[in-house]
């Protein structure tokens, strides 16, 4: 599903992007964000950080809305963390754009299906037409989402993980607890 994303409503917060920053892992971002009140989210807990919350309005209904918070250094984006149209309060959702912010196992943006392979639970989450994801083999709330760009035989999916050729690169990674 796409989503239209609205204007920045306000920034939390500016820092001074040029100072070194200790990026947090993926499971350290999973205990920071998860579950936690979006209100309570401050500059203190990401300090090298640029945070900026916004309203995101679904495309088709612009009735749902629901808060993102969006998490930059040196003008670009890291990784957003969502709350959702039920409970507009809490987090319920991280997303990871950048090769950085890794597992603790070192998996993240960009790599390898190879390097993946033996990181990734054996069994293939059901997803829609034209995506395709593969879960954490330690935390299953982490989902490596692939770029299928010049690989069609994958737009309907996989059924196994042998059928992902090597060269297939993780797009993003989105962590999603399930209740």
Not at 85 to 95: A, C, G, L, N, P
Not at 146 to 161: C, D, I, P, Q, T
């Amino acid at each position: 599903m796409q989503y239209l994303f609205l204007f920045f409503l306000s920034v939390i917060t500016a820092t001074n992007d040029k100072e070194p920053c200790d990026f947090p892992t993926i499971n350290d971002l999973k205990s920071a964000l998860m579950g936690k009140k979006v209100g309570t989210i401050n500059q203190a807990q990401f300090k090298c950080l640029t945070i900026k919350r916004r309203t995101v309005v679904d495309d088709y209904n612009e009735q749902v809305t629901w808060v993102a918070l969006d998490f930059f250094y040196e003008g670009k984006a890291l990784f957003m963390a969502e709350s959702n149209w039920v409970d507009k309060q809490t987090i319920s959702r991280i997303t990871i754009f950048d090769k950085r912010i890794v597992t603790t196992s070192g998996l993240g943006v960009g790599q390898k299906m190879s390097t993946l392979r033996t990181g990734v639970a054996k069994k293939i989450p059901s997803g829609p037409d034209g995506e395709l994801s593969v879960r954490d083999l330690k935390d299953p709330d982490i989902y490596y989402h692939l770029n299928l760009e010049g690989h069609k035989k994958l737009f309907y999916g996989a059924s196994s993980l042998s059928e992902i050729p090597d060269q297939v690169v993780v797009k993003m990674i989105v962590i999603m607890e399930k209740e």
